[in-house]
Protein backbone atom coordinates (compact mmCIF):
# COMPACT_ATOMS: atom_id res chain seq x y z
CA UNK A 1 0.00 0.00 0.00
CA UNK A 2 1.55 3.67 -0.82
CA UNK A 3 1.30 6.74 1.29
CA UNK A 4 -1.12 9.30 -0.06
CA UNK A 5 0.62 12.51 -1.15
CA UNK A 6 -1.49 15.50 -2.02
CA UNK A 7 -0.53 18.25 -4.57
CA UNK A 8 -1.92 21.17 -5.71
CA UNK A 9 -3.53 19.84 -8.08
CA UNK A 10 -5.69 17.22 -6.34
CA UNK A 11 -6.44 19.75 -3.28
CA UNK A 12 -9.74 20.60 -2.20
CA UNK A 13 -10.24 24.32 -0.56
CA UNK A 14 -13.37 25.44 1.00
CA UNK A 15 -14.37 28.76 2.41
CA UNK A 16 -15.44 29.64 6.05
CA UNK A 17 -16.00 32.24 7.89
CA UNK A 18 -15.23 32.72 11.32
CA UNK A 19 -17.12 35.21 13.48
CA UNK A 20 -14.56 36.74 16.39
CA UNK A 21 -17.56 38.19 18.78
CA UNK A 22 -16.53 37.85 22.29
CA UNK A 23 -13.65 35.22 21.37
CA UNK A 24 -10.41 34.73 23.08
CA UNK A 25 -7.91 35.44 21.21
CA UNK A 26 -5.21 33.35 21.21
CA UNK A 27 -8.07 30.16 21.36
CA UNK A 28 -9.40 32.22 18.03
CA UNK A 29 -5.97 32.80 16.42
CA UNK A 30 -5.36 28.53 16.86
CA UNK A 31 -8.56 27.16 15.18
CA UNK A 32 -8.38 29.26 12.46
CA UNK A 33 -4.23 28.53 11.77
CA UNK A 34 -5.60 24.83 11.71
CA UNK A 35 -7.46 25.83 9.10
CA UNK A 36 -5.14 28.08 7.44
CA UNK A 37 -2.87 24.65 7.26
CA UNK A 38 -4.89 21.71 6.55
CA UNK A 39 -4.12 19.85 9.87
CA UNK A 40 -7.75 18.29 10.24
CA UNK A 41 -8.25 17.11 6.69
CA UNK A 42 -7.14 13.60 6.00
CA UNK A 43 -5.06 14.53 2.90
CA UNK A 44 -3.30 16.56 4.59
CA UNK A 45 0.42 16.32 3.66
CA UNK A 46 3.22 18.69 5.51
CA UNK A 47 5.30 19.90 2.19
CA UNK A 48 1.74 20.76 0.33
CA UNK A 49 -0.33 23.81 0.97
CA UNK A 50 -4.05 22.28 1.54
CA UNK A 51 -5.47 24.46 3.58
CA UNK A 52 -8.73 26.09 3.40
CA UNK A 53 -9.73 29.52 2.89
CA UNK A 54 -10.90 31.31 5.75
CA UNK A 55 -12.47 34.99 6.15
CA UNK A 56 -12.47 36.58 9.93
CA UNK A 57 -15.23 38.87 10.67
CA UNK A 58 -15.97 41.21 13.42
CA UNK A 59 -12.15 41.29 14.59
CA UNK A 60 -12.39 44.48 16.69
CA UNK A 61 -14.95 42.92 19.17
CA UNK A 62 -12.70 40.13 20.07
CA UNK A 63 -11.23 39.77 23.95
CA UNK A 64 -8.75 39.11 26.16
CA UNK A 65 -7.84 37.88 29.15
CA UNK A 66 -6.39 39.85 32.46
CA UNK A 67 -5.05 42.78 31.92
CA UNK A 68 -3.92 42.38 28.84
CA UNK A 69 -5.23 45.25 27.08
CA UNK A 70 -3.21 47.81 29.23
CA UNK A 71 -0.02 45.34 29.66
CA UNK A 72 0.01 43.58 26.20
CA UNK A 73 2.69 45.41 24.00
CA UNK A 74 3.41 45.80 19.92
CA UNK A 75 6.78 46.34 19.44
CA UNK A 76 7.94 47.75 15.90
CA UNK A 77 11.34 49.10 14.84
CA UNK A 78 11.84 51.25 11.17
CA UNK A 79 15.45 50.20 11.13
CA UNK A 80 16.46 54.02 11.81
CA UNK A 81 17.66 55.34 14.78
CA UNK A 82 15.56 56.06 17.52
CA UNK A 83 13.10 54.24 15.28
CA UNK A 84 11.25 52.07 17.79
CA UNK A 85 7.53 52.32 18.47
CA UNK A 86 5.39 50.49 21.06
CA UNK A 87 2.01 50.25 21.57
CA UNK A 88 -0.66 48.79 24.17
CA UNK A 89 -2.89 46.61 22.86
CA UNK A 90 -5.91 49.17 23.42
CA UNK A 91 -3.76 51.62 20.84
CA UNK A 92 -3.46 48.92 17.84
CA UNK A 93 -6.83 47.93 18.35
CA UNK A 94 -8.58 51.47 17.86
CA UNK A 95 -5.61 52.09 15.13
CA UNK A 96 -5.64 48.81 13.42
CA UNK A 97 -8.64 46.99 14.30
CA UNK A 98 -7.44 43.91 12.62
CA UNK A 99 -4.13 43.84 13.16
CA UNK A 100 -4.35 41.86 16.47
CA UNK A 101 -6.20 38.68 15.02
CA UNK A 102 -3.66 38.97 11.89
CA UNK A 103 -0.45 39.10 14.22
CA UNK A 104 -1.91 35.95 16.12
CA UNK A 105 -2.29 33.84 13.34
CA UNK A 106 0.38 34.67 11.10
CA UNK A 107 2.93 33.83 14.45
CA UNK A 108 1.02 30.21 14.49
CA UNK A 109 1.77 29.69 10.52
CA UNK A 110 5.29 28.62 9.14
CA UNK A 111 7.90 31.54 8.55
CA UNK A 112 8.57 30.30 5.15
CA UNK A 113 6.90 30.60 1.50
CA UNK A 114 4.03 27.68 2.07
CA UNK A 115 3.14 30.03 5.23
CA UNK A 116 3.42 32.80 2.53
CA UNK A 117 0.69 31.05 0.44
CA UNK A 118 -0.98 30.37 3.90
CA UNK A 119 -1.04 33.86 4.70
CA UNK A 120 -2.55 34.60 1.32
CA UNK A 121 -5.58 32.89 2.26
CA UNK A 122 -6.85 34.69 5.65
CA UNK A 123 -9.43 37.52 5.08
CA UNK A 124 -9.92 39.64 8.11
CA UNK A 125 -12.63 42.01 8.65
CA UNK A 126 -12.92 44.35 11.31
CA UNK A 127 -16.91 44.57 10.75
CA UNK A 128 -19.62 41.91 9.87
CA UNK A 129 -19.73 42.70 6.29
CA UNK A 130 -16.98 41.06 3.75
CA UNK A 131 -16.77 40.86 -0.49
CA UNK A 132 -16.50 36.94 -0.63
CA UNK A 133 -20.43 35.81 -0.94
CA UNK A 134 -19.73 35.17 -4.39
CA UNK A 135 -17.38 32.02 -2.79
CA UNK A 136 -20.15 30.47 -0.95
CA UNK A 137 -18.69 30.50 2.85
CA UNK A 138 -19.61 28.00 5.11
CA UNK A 139 -19.96 29.61 9.02
CA UNK A 140 -17.29 27.68 11.09
CA UNK A 141 -18.13 27.41 14.68
CA UNK A 142 -14.97 28.65 16.97
CA UNK A 143 -14.70 26.38 20.14
CA UNK A 144 -13.82 28.48 23.60
Not at 73 to 94: K, P, R
Not at 98 to 126: C, F, S, W
Request: proline share 4%.
Amino acid sequence: MKTYMANNQTVQKNWYVVDATNKTLGRLATQVASLLRGKGKPTYTPHVNCGDNVIVINAEKIKLTGNKWQDKLYIHHSEYNGGLTTLTATEVMTKFPTRMVENAIYGMLPHTKLGDQMRNQLYVYAGAEHPHAAQKPVEYKVED
